[in-house]
T-cell receptor, first 115, second 108 residues
């Protein structure tokens, strides 16, 4: 297990196109999180899954965003009709258990540029 | 609502000098606090947790509930400590809320 993997590392897309990112968490981890990070900001929470159930969504997650975690394994984050404001680093993280006292393990992120 | 404030965007020190990265939080319950670090071209990684009361790479952080602070300290900074540092807060069951981060630059 090499940790949390994200694919692709970089994505450049034209405004209005749809994009999909993938995250493979650490296999023993039951929780999976998506965060977004823009320049000069810390990571901002988007959504998280416990196993296959999506338990919480941030108000940052507009209806153009959708996330899935089929079978409680990998997860995908799709952005429809991309806008320039969607340009950011999208981070995936995973953790084990019900509590957060062990913190998260992050992936390297997917950098999205909308032109 | 949970909130984390890191008042300094940049902290620049010389090698061997003491370092203190400030973190203040807003939360009405019993918080769990973390420090994350991101070295150049590397992923965000956990540095330390308040619950473990440990020292990692010479860094320590004490939770002060009276002052709602969780400052990160190191007595003698090293050049390899140069990185972006993020303070983060959780209620325990909720997701992590991060501060905006402080860039630490340690000059020789």
């Amino acid at each position: 297990d090499t940790g949390v993997s994200q694919d692709p590392r970089h994505k450049i897309t034209k405004r209005g196109q749809n994009v999909t990112f993938r995250c493979d968490p650490i296999s023993e981890h039951n929780r999976l999180y998506w965060y977004r990070q823009t320049l000069g900001q810390g990571p901002e929470f988007l959504t998280y899954f416990q196993n296959e159930a999506q338990l919480e969504k941030s108000r940052l997650l507009s209806d153009r965003f959708s996330a899935e975690r089929p079978k409680g394994s990998f997860s995908t984050l799709e952005i429809q009709r991309t806008e320039q404001g969607d340009s950011a680093m999208y981070l995936c993280a995973s953790s084990f258990g019900r509590r957060n006292n062990y913190g998260y393990t992050f992936g390297s992120g997917t950098r999205l540029t909308v032109v | 609502a949970q909130r984390v404030t890191q008042p300094e965007k940049l902290l620049s020190v010389f090698k061997g000098a003491p370092v203190e990265l400030k973190c203040n939080y807003s939360y009405s319950g019993s918080p769990e606090l973390f420090w994350y670090v991101q070295y150049s071209r590397q992923r965000l990684q956990l540095l330390l947790r308040h619950i473990s009361r440990e020292s990692i790479k010479g860094f320590t952080a004490d939770l002060n509930k009276g002052e709602t602070s969780f400052h990160l300290k190191k007595p003698f900074a090293q050049e390899e400590d140069s990185a972006m540092y993020y303070c983060a807060l959780s209620s325990g069951y909720s997701t992590l809320t991060f501060g905006k981060g402080t860039m630490l630059l340690v000059s020789p």
